[in-house]
């Protein structure tokens, strides 16, 4: 194991953010509308943002990083936009720590099939319905089996 790994937490933080994620953990669910979106657009343009930018960011929905939301989050909290009422800082994290769960639970859901499958110790090839001798459709076919000749 390498001296410097990053943490559990540093590994699945997300390192960026759409404008859209972050409304919806402001708003408690749903996707922002018309409104919402043009005092966005109208509280960047103040701040001095070019319109490419600007659109990219909410219309285009566009990952950005953290640091880059944090000071968009504070913008919108100025501004007063639905969604952004609480402190930036405070609903920037709250992201993270919810996605962070989110991805670390999915990771040990992942070992935990991992490990299972290689306790059962399955050296044959899975079977299904579909496929009930466990053979590979890929699987070479026996040459012991005598060909069909053609219909007439």
Not at 10 to 24: A, C, D, R, V
Not at 34 to 56: C, F, H, N, T, W
Not at 124 to 146: F, I, M, V, W
């Amino acid at each position: 194991m390498p001296l410097f790994a990053p943490s559990q937490a540093q590994k699945f933080t997300p390192k960026e953010i759409k404008f859209s994620q972050l409304y919806k953990t402001g708003t408690g669910g749903g996707k922002p509308g018309y409104s919402v979106m043009s005092r966005a657009k109208e509280a960047l343009a103040k701040a001095g943002y070019d319109e490419k930018k600007i659109s990219q960011m909410i219309t285009g929905d566009a990952k950005i990083s953290v640091s880059q939301m944090k000071e968009v989050a504070s913008l919108m909290n100025k501004a007063g936009v639905y969604g952004f009422q609480k402190s930036p800082s405070y609903l920037v994290q709250q992201f993270l720590t919810k996605e962070r769960v989110k991805a670390q639970n999915i990771a040990r859901i992942r070992r935990e099939h991992i490990a299972e499958a290689s306790q059962e110790d399955l050296g044959s090839y899975g079977t299904t319905s579909l496929n009930p001798q466990g053979r590979s459709s890929n699987a070479g076919k026996s040459l012991t089996e005598p060909k069909r000749s053609p219909i007439r």
